[in-house]
């Protein structure tokens, strides 16, 4: 509810003229639904930008905080979301901050108010519920931000590439695989055969529930891919159940090697490389 030019300058004087009294309160309120979550200076600090921002904001005229003249305000709001989204804190306990200035606000209408103080309280009552509002969907952006952001950091942290051997890397495969997970594994093994060189690449699926036929496409396309960068793969973890879940749907590998295990995967490729483990070596020279 946007507030006229008459009563955002009755409420920028009420508040600037009570400042010290109006930040102490307000403060006081906070604390009191924080349960002592956050330090007092950083609360204080908290309230006076947000009373500034108030006063400035109808020193100038009409409140609307749709209109540019209240960006200040609308900044000192969005930066208290932020920061409580950051921290922790409920979408709840971040509006109550806001709503607590209406109980800042009746003692001094009831003192200082004129004729009008009824109607002055309705209109103000009406800006804090807007800015409360306001603050709940900047709050909402914000957390939706981070959440987006640390289920990205899982999902990259869940499809690591991991170096076997010399000239071989390996990715295993754990949960299931859909078309955002699959496009992430494909640029981690693609950056990382970049980087080290490594003409094979051992994707493991034996921590993958199900194979489907969009899981198998994600795999074979990925296969695909590494082999444009001059890489041959190899498929491991065929457990029996999937072994007969990819026949009956009729999916097919084509010529690409497939393993029952990791460890014969590596076996494959080290046979492939022309190198033997250290035990075959050591039975021979006996």
Not at 29 to 38: C, E, H, N, Y
Not at 208 to 220: F, G, N, R
Request: with cysteine.
């Amino acid at each position: 509810m946007a507030l006229n030019a008459e009563e955002s300058g009755r409420l920028a004087a009420l508040l600037g003229g009570h400042a010290e009294r109006v930040t102490q309160r307000w403060t006081e309120i906070i604390a009191g639904s924080l349960r002592g979550r956050l330090s007092q200076a950083e609360l204080r600090r908290q309230v006076q930008d947000l009373h500034h921002a108030i006063v400035t904001t109808g020193g100038q005229g009409a409140i609307d905080l749709s209109a540019d003249s209240a960006a200040e305000l609308r900044a000192a709001l969005s930066e208290l979301s932020r920061g409580r989204a950051r921290q922790g804190f409920s979408a709840t306990e971040t509006a109550i901050s806001i709503f607590a200035l209406k109980e800042v606000l009746v003692p001094l209408v009831e003192e200082v108010g004129g004729d009008d103080k009824l109607r002055d309280y309705v209109a103000f009552s009406g800006l804090v519920d807007e800015m409360g509002l306001f603050t709940f969907e900047s709050f909402v952006r914000t957390r939706e931000s981070l959440i987006a952001d640390q289920a990205e950091q899982l999902l990259e942290l869940s499809t690591p590439v991991v170096k076997l051997w010399e000239g071989v890397v390996a990715v295993p495969l754990v949960g299931t695989l859909d078309s955002a997970r699959a496009q992430v594994v494909m640029e981690r093994l693609l950056q990382t055969l970049v980087d080290t060189g490594s003409p094979y690449a051992i994707i493991d699926i034996t921590g993958v529930p199900a194979v489907d036929t969009q899981v198998a496409q994600h795999i074979l396309k990925t296969v695909v891919a590494a082999r444009l960068m001059g890489a041959d793969c190899i498929i491991s973890g065929i457990r029996p159940q999937i072994a007969q879940t990819i026949v009956a749907l009729g999916i097919e590998f084509g010529d690409i090697a497939t393993k029952a295990s990791l460890a014969d995967a590596l076996r494959h490729v080290l046979r492939l490389n022309g190198v033997e483990t250290a035990r075959r070596q050591s039975r021979r020279d006996a």
